[in-house]
């Protein structure tokens, strides 16, 4: 990314209605696998650390991270985070058979990922019966120059797209859902307005983030918990982001 967009990154992720959502998500999805308090789990990708911190909080102590970006590890100590590293995920420095749940969260759409290769890594290093969980923004049409360009990425992906990448690997694929359902058209509506919302003065390309009302924020952030209730029961079949959770075979 952009080194701007790790500050608007670090400033958004504990109030931000998209990034609270995804984190109890997230949260959500790592209770249901029933692991143990002494588990080992990797965010593979952890930008500026507010994901990582729930883990640590929420879920086992034994939570580990690492992040490509210099500019992201130079917020970890602030965020009180000691288990993280500088790497990329196409070269994870863990060894195999480490983790008992990885979590890659909106890194695969990113220049630098070599997609093969990261799945890969990210199973060599999982457990046998270890858990993959993988997030990713969905549909192209979705894909706008100025935020993809902020963030140096340049894939979003369909339902078929993610199969297809875990099934040429040893996994069982045992969930795939949409997310973000019902606040779709927002998001697309946001998408195609960030043209015209743009600053002369931006001179550097800056993502799709930006400061909202209150009430806004938490009308969103409403929206976006109810339906991380109905998640903890059923799929959805459309929405703005991928979320796939893939189980290594013994």
Request: glycine share 4%; with cysteine.
């Amino acid at each position: 990314m952009e080194p701007r967009e790790y500050n608007t990154m670090f400033e958004f992720e504990t109030s931000y209605w998209w990034y609270r959502g995804l984190h109890l998500i997230l949260i959500d999805t790592l209770k249901a696998l029933e692991l143990q308090k002494s588990a080992r789990v990797l965010d593979a990708g952890c930008g500026t650390g507010q994901n990582l911190f729930n883990v640590c909080h929420l879920i086992t102590a034994q939570a580990y991270g690492f992040d490509v970006s210099p500019e992201a590890a130079s917020f970890w100590s602030r965020r009180g985070l000691s288990k993280v590293c500088q790497a990329s995920i196409n070269d994870i420095p863990f060894p195999a058979d480490t983790f008992d749940a990885v979590m890659s969260v909106d890194v695969f759409e990113c220049d630098s990922v070599a997609e093969d290769r990261a799945i890969i890594e990210l199973l060599r290093i999982l457990r046998p019966s270890g858990y993959l969980i993988l997030v990713v923004p969905a549909y192209g049409w979705l894909l706008s120059e100025e935020h993809h360009k902020a963030v140096q990425a340049s894939r979003r992906y369909s339902r078929t797209r993610v199969e297809s990448l875990l099934r040429k690997e040893n996994v069982n694929l045992i969930r795939i859902t949409h997310l973000f359902a019902s606040l779709l058209p927002v998001v697309a509506a946001y998408r195609i307005a960030l043209p015209y919302l743009r600053s002369e003065s931006d001179v550097v390309p800056r993502s799709e983030l930006r400061p909202l009302h209150p009430f806004i924020n938490t009308m969103l952030f409403k929206l976006v918990n109810l339906e991380r209730r109905i998640l903890k029961g059923r799929n959805f079949p459309f929405g703005s982001s991928i979320l796939a959770i893939a189980k290594k075979v013994v």
